[in-house]
């Protein structure tokens, strides 16, 4: 793997390691959220190979990750098609320290 500076290189072993832990081979339906980190995301996601993706239906969480689906030609759904979603990755906008783990992070003043 190429190295990235600073920044960008934390957010994509971030997403690197959350793809890698998370989206497992038996998930089938895959939310995928937005922000800056999440073309990381797809980008791992497309590492585990054709095979384990043409089984599967990524759910856009925007505008932004929907047309990160269709750039990679990953099979795109609609939220409303389905009860229930495996798996889903988003960003984050901060951690608190004042919450014990794993639920430390917020994203616009919720935790997740
Ligand atoms: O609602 C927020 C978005 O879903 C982002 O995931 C979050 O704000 C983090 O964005 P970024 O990856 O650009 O730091």
Redesign the pocket.
Same mark, same amino acid.
């Given at each position: 793997m190429s190295q990235l500076p600073g920044i960008e290189g934390a957010?994509r072993l971030a997403a690197y390691t959350a793809v890698d832990k998370h989206i497992l081979p038996h998930h089938k339906i895959i939310g995928i *959220?937005? !922000?800056? /980190?999440?073309p990381y995301v797809v980008e791992r996601i497309m590492q585990q190979g054709t095979e384990l993706n043409k089984g599967r239906t990524f759910i856009p /969480? *925007?505008f932004q990750s929907k047309e990160l689906i269709i750039e990679a030609g990953l099979n795109l759904g609609d939220v409303d098609q389905y009860l229930t979603i495996d798996v889903t990755i988003? !960003?984050?906008?901060e951690s608190v320290t004042s919450i014990a783990p794993p639920i430390r992070l917020t =994203? =616009?003043g919720s935790l997740v």
């Open positions: 957010k *959220g937005s !922000g800056s /980190t999440v /969480t *925007g988003d !960003g984050a906008d =994203q =616009q």
